[in-house]
């Protein structure tokens, strides 16, 4: 009896061991997979007989089982590579997939977008995230990630924001808009934009006033200003600053605003200036326009309009977040990549093209975002290589080699014994 159950022994580490090799030939197949996780195979012991019964000892082994393939999750390599929407995980989690069976999960982060505009894997399967609105503003609604527009509509300037000096030590005189240069003390141009995103340039003219008094008038050429006549000014901005015995911006007084242009332009479009906060709103005025004893000078100037412009370029950052810039330097937040985060790794489902889906064992995925929550960061122009090791999967594959002639070795010789036993008769 004994000889003939090291035949089955022989036969269940034959069995085992060809199971385990194909786990480790798995594992040197995709030694060049991205996002690949390796796995290893454990083995235990079958129940064994006793020669003493329930008393227990003098245990005879009954041979070998192949009892878990166990994935391994440790970080795989990162190399840089020059395509915009190569993406890797460096930590916890997992890039958030529309897959054909439902939510998919992989670490594989070779995207690019297709023809509608939507962010896919290799396979065509659209990558999810975090939206942005309208605006710009990264939201929680979780939507396949997708350019949208190509172009951004112009935004007509209200607001310009001018810093800058006045000098203490400029003669008063009265403003004339045929003749604002003689007429003024000081003058400067700002470019802002309509409603359709036409440059218009803005020439603002300063005159000193009294000791402490100090007007503006923003002036445009004729033939930018609705009903005006080429070669003529006209004035559709003004106002009055007001500074402290010290130099510093009491208060902003606005007199006119009401900018009208032609060509398309919308009536009554309103550009306020703002020469930093005054006293009278609160602020310190260190940081506002002064008027000291040095010459009349613009540290800086600012507007928030734009023109119309088309998608110049795409940008990952290290949050995940798409960002668009456009050829007129406007840059806007499309979405932000989801990372999803398990109790138990090892409890996904591989479902193959290298992608996992969540089981009971795994748990539920939680879609978070980079680097928040226990997740790893996302790093742009990147790939995760696999995490398979080439020489220690060598070393396995030999031992496994061994383990399995000595297992044919004592089938034979199990064998042998038998031929001997049926040659006693003869």
Excluded at 14 to 29: E, F, P, R, Y
Excluded at 170 to 199: H, L, M, Q, R, W
Excluded at 301 to 308: D, F, I, K, P, R
């Amino acid at each position: 009896m004994g000889i003939l159950s090291s035949f089955n022994i022989g036969i269940t580490g034959i069995n085992s061991i060809g199971s385990g090799m194909a786990v480790i030939a798995d594992n040197i197949a995709n030694a060049s997979t991205f996002g690949f996780k390796s796995s290893r195979p454990e083995f235990q012991d079958v129940l064994s007989s006793s020669l003493k019964g329930i008393d227990g000892g003098d245990q005879i082994g009954s041979g070998v089982k192949l009892a878990h393939i166990k994935p391994l999750y440790t970080q795989g390599s990162v190399t840089r590579t020059e395509q915009i929407t190569d993406l890797a995980i460096n930590g916890n989690g997992f890039f958030s997939i529309e897959a054909p069976f439902g939510p998919g999960y992989t670490r594989d982060g070779s995207f690019h977008f297709d023809k509608e505009g939507y962010l896919i894997s290799s396979d065509g399967y659209r990558v999810r995230g975090f939206a942005a609105n309208e605006k710009g503003e990264l939201t929680n609604q979780v939507l396949p990630i997708k350019l949208g527009s190509t172009t951004v509509a112009a935004k007509p300037t209200d607001k310009i924001k001018v810093n800058m000096n006045l000098d203490s030590r400029a003669e008063i005189k009265a403003f004339d808009v045929n003749d604002p240069i003689k007429s003024s003390n000081f003058n400067t141009g700002i470019v802002a934009y309509d409603n359709v995103g036409t440059a218009r340039l803005l020439t603002v003219y300063f005159n000193r006033q009294d000791k402490s008094k100090w007007d503006y008038h923003v002036v445009v050429s004729g033939e930018d200003a609705e009903g005006g006549e080429e070669g003529k000014n006209v004035e559709m901005g003004s106002g009055s600053l007001v500074f402290s015995d010290k130099g510093l911006l009491q208060e902003e007084i606005e007199n006119e605003n009401s900018f009208n242009f032609n060509k398309g332009a919308s009536q009554d479009q309103k550009i306020a200036l703002d020469f930093g906060n005054s006293l009278t709103e609160g602020g310190n005025a260190y940081d506002a326009t002064t008027m000291y004893g040095s010459e009349s000078t613009v540290a800086r100037h600012s507007q928030n309009g734009a023109a119309a412009a088309t998608l110049g370029s795409l940008s990952f950052n290290d949050k995940g977040v798409l960002t668009a810039i456009y050829n007129n330097g406007e840059a806007r937040d499309i979405a932000q990549m989801a990372v999803a985060k398990f109790e138990n790794n090892e409890g996904l489902f591989k479902v193959g093209k290298n992608l996992f889906k969540e089981t009971r064992k795994s748990g539920q995925a939680a879609l978070g975002k980079p680097n928040e929550a226990g997740r790893g960061e996302v790093l742009s122009k990147s790939i995760e290589l696999s995490n398979v090791d080439i020489a220690t999967e060598f070393v396995n594959l030999m031992s496994s080699q061994r383990n399995f002639t000595a297992n044919t070795r004592s089938i034979t010789t199990a064998d042998q014994m038998l031929t001997e036993i049926l040659n006693i008769k003869r």
